[in-house]
């Protein structure tokens, strides 16, 4: 029986994809891929079992593929910039998308091997065994650091903002709910505590570092295949988040006058 590799990579790829009846396409955004399936950030809820029509946005190496939802991750509206909601879709082979034109009784005479995970009909377990998942999910700020060794001197990462409107966007986006992801083309390691300096288009605003810890990382080259990610960078997730917009409140209002 052949054996495939199903390691998952990380890897923040466009995607367009189509629901059955609609003429529209979604866009969105991969986590993760592997050869079997990926994880599609999406806020849409998909239901297992559904059928997708999908096209991997690359210049070099773009392809259609059907494929179907194997499980479904749903985050609440406030946790939605920290982790990410969407669903892991496995890809459907030849051999299942013919089966439906095919009559009952040469459907009947498939081997029993039909039950393989690739099979529609495969166990929610089987599905999701190591082909593809949600982001980790977000850490406890409250365990993040409890004997207190966060190093003062740890990596500083700086975040300007040259325009008040857009700090204003990301901070109602992403800050308030307690994290930030940041565009950089040499990203923390996973689960790296850093510090996160925020610079703001305001005279005399200083403010001091916050503490926060990497929760999911986009290398700048692709992991697995050619090209680039679309994004590199990482998201943080502020070890005192009820800090941070304390801190930042007052420079809000000023922004904004």
Known sequence: ?????????????EVRFWRRGEAQPHSAFTTNISRTGLFLGTSMSLVPGERLRLEIIDAEVGFMIEGQVARSHRVS????????????????????????????????????????????????????????????????PATADPAGRFDPDAKLVTVTFDEPSA??????????????????????????LVRIDISLPLAGAALRPFAARVVQRFDPEAAVGVGRNVLSGMAVQFLEPEKVVADLKPLIARLRS
């Open 1 to 13: 029986m052949e054996r495939r590799d199903n390691r998952r990579f990380a890897r923040r790829i």
């Open 77 to 140: 509206v406030a946790l939605r910039q920290i982790a990410q909601p969407g669903a892991g879709v496995q890809f459907l082979m030849p051999e299942e998308l013919i089966e439906s034109f095919l009559p009952n009784h040469a459907r009947q005479e498939q081997p029993a091997a039909a039950s393989s995970p690739h099979s529609p009909g495969a166990s929610g377990a089987a599905a999701a065994s190591g082909r593809f998942a949600p982001p980790p999910p977000p850490f406890d």
């Open 167 to 192: 700090f204003l966007s990301v901070f109602h986006r992403d800050i308030q709910f307690g994290g930030l992801f940041i565009s950089s083309d040499s990203p923390a390691q996973l689960n790296e």
